[in-house]
């Protein structure tokens, strides 16, 4: 074995070694702990409540991605470079950035929030802004792998489905949708992920309250503080998690067509 | 049948035809970038013209002047792709009767119709195929079967045996030519080979440069010689 072969598995076994043995670490810590911490109130709180909001937060974001995504890929418009600058701009946005961004948007004294305070609609501190903060850091993952699927699609298919009568949207459901299924679910799967591990921003336009916005990464950072079993409670679980979403990655068809 | 006379400008290049057809066949030799592709594509509504007009049977499809542009949609047009495009997440039957579906036909005459095509077209036995199990040959006569079962005004073939090697090229090219004959559909047909225009065609127009450079009968054309592909250089 040569020394450049020798200097390469090392680095390989290092790097895993560097990323594994934090989470082996809690791994092996939560054995200590007893079980009936995780049955705690506000363990299975925050559970609940990082659940729900990152669905709801996914589900908004495929709702609202899916059409900018198909724009994207399709428009031709110079405007369209702008448009992927901004929609790319909360994932280089430190989150604690987009948090304060989100309260001076829509704060009680923001400048939309101000508006909605006034007529009784407040969004700060509540469940709604932990989904909201989570929807402005998750998006761009969403839209820039859904992106990458519709711009993989030949614009022949749309054409052959154009001359056999189909309207430009029943193309877009029964053509585009399902040829760019593969990348519309790895950017459901990314964006969720994102959303769950959401911190900064939540924690800053939503706050951390038990029950109604402490999701689970906060729950880590609270209990911390008071109690070391029930941060590595939560830790674990968030790892299972991470691997849930690496094994869901790992069976997302990867098949591309080919032009047949 | 159609009558066209359009104008398209691309950086350094200039499409211009003037083109009438009757209930025939049509084929369009010329050599790649000679812009045939791209009249077949605004025939079908799916290239916009700068200037001209395009009128198919009885309808003004297109007329720059009149702002008309009536989307492929409703062209009533059949055209088979030179890359096929047959929808790879669909089966045979499936790509075959999407144009039906869409149309909101009932399930019972869609699948009478798809049928009868399928059964016309030697196509019943791959049924539940995907496009990516078919031969070359398979596919071409799937994708002249998704056109036709529409039951278009006008069918168009752009480069429809390219992808096809020389013996499948040959006994496809004859499929296609019985059942052009037997329905009686007038058809364009795009091609740089002169093998393919003298077989399939009544009359034969060659595009050069952008416009039409002669329209004749196959026979009075340049003498076939088998086997080998016609250049215009």
């Known amino acids: ?260 | 049948m159609l009558d066209l006379s359009i104008t398209k400008r691309f950086p350094g290049f200039r499409l211009n035809v003037q083109l009438k057809l009757g209930r025939e066949i049509l084929a369009l030799l010329g050599e790649n970038g000679s812009g045939k592709s791209t009249t077949l594509k605004a025939i079908a509504g799916l290239v916009t013209p700068d200037e001209g007009y395009i009128r198919i049977g009885n309808t003004l499809a297109f007329h720059s002047e009149l702002g008309i542009n009536i989307p492929p949609q409703k062209r009533s047009i059949g055209f088979v792709f030179q890359e096929l495009a047959l929808f790879p997440h669909l089966n045979v039957y499936e790509n075959i009767a999407f144009g039906l579906k869409v149309r909101g036909y009932s399930r019972a005459r869609i699948g009478e119709e798809v049928n009868a095509i399928m059964q016309a077209l030697g196509l019943a036995e791959l049924r539940y195929h995907m496009p990516c199990e078919l031969s070359g040959g398979q596919k071409q006569r799937v994708a002249l079967a998704r056109a036709l079962v529409t039951k278009p005004r006008l069918l168009l073939l752009d480069e429809p045996f390219s992808a096809l090697d020389l013996r499948t090229r040959q006994e496809v090219r004859e499929q296609v030519r019985d059942i052009l004959k037997t329905l009686n559909i007038p058809a364009i047909i795009v091609t740089h080979d002169y093998e393919d225009a003298a077989i399939l065609a009544d009359r034969i127009c060659v595009l050069s440069n952008g416009r039409i450079k002669s329209q004749k009968p196959p026979s009075a054309t340049m003498p076939p010689l088998p086997g080998v592909v016609y250049s215009l250089s």
Do not use: C
Not at chain 1, 148 to 154: C, H, L, M, P, R
């Open chain 1, 1 to 260: 074995m040569n020394a450049f072969a020798l200097i390469r598995t090392f680095t390989g076994v290092a790097v895993a070694g560097f990323i594994l043995l934090p989470v082996i670490a809690v791994l092996i810590s939560v054995s200590d702990v007893s079980p009936g911490m995780l049955l705690s109130e506000d363990v299975m709180a925050a559970v609940r409540l990082s659940l729900f909001t990152a669905t709801l937060a996914t589900l908004l974001i495929v709702i609202i991605g899916t059409p900018v995504a198909y724009l994207l890929a399709r428009s031709s418009s110079p405007l369209r470079r702008f448009l992927e600058v901004i929609i790319n701009l909360p994932m280089v946005l430190p989150p604690a950035v987009a948090g304060i961004a989100l309260l001076a948007a829509f704060g009680r004294e923001g400048i939309l929030g101000r508006y909605l305070a006034s007529a009784g609609i407040i969004l700060p501190f509540t469940t709604a802004a932990v989904v909201i903060a989570q929807t402005f850091v998750a998006l761009p993952l969403y839209v820039r792998s859904a992106r990458a699927g519709f711009a993989g699609v030949s614009r022949t298919f749309e054409g052959a489905s154009y001359t056999l009568g189909a309207s430009e949207f029943t193309t877009f459901l029964r053509v585009s949708l399902p040829l760019a299924k593969g990348a519309i679910i790895a950017g459901v799967i990314m964006s969720w992920a994102r959303a769950m591990g959401e911190f900064g921003a939540t924690i800053m336009f939503a706050g951390n309250f038990v029950g109604r916005t402490q999701t689970m990464p906060l729950a880590v950072y609270s209990a911390l503080q008071v109690n070391m079993g029930k941060a590595l409670v939560l830790a674990a679980l968030l790892i299972l998690i991470s691997f849930f979403i690496l094994f869901a990655f790992e069976i997302v068809p990867k098949r591309r067509y080919a032009d047949a």
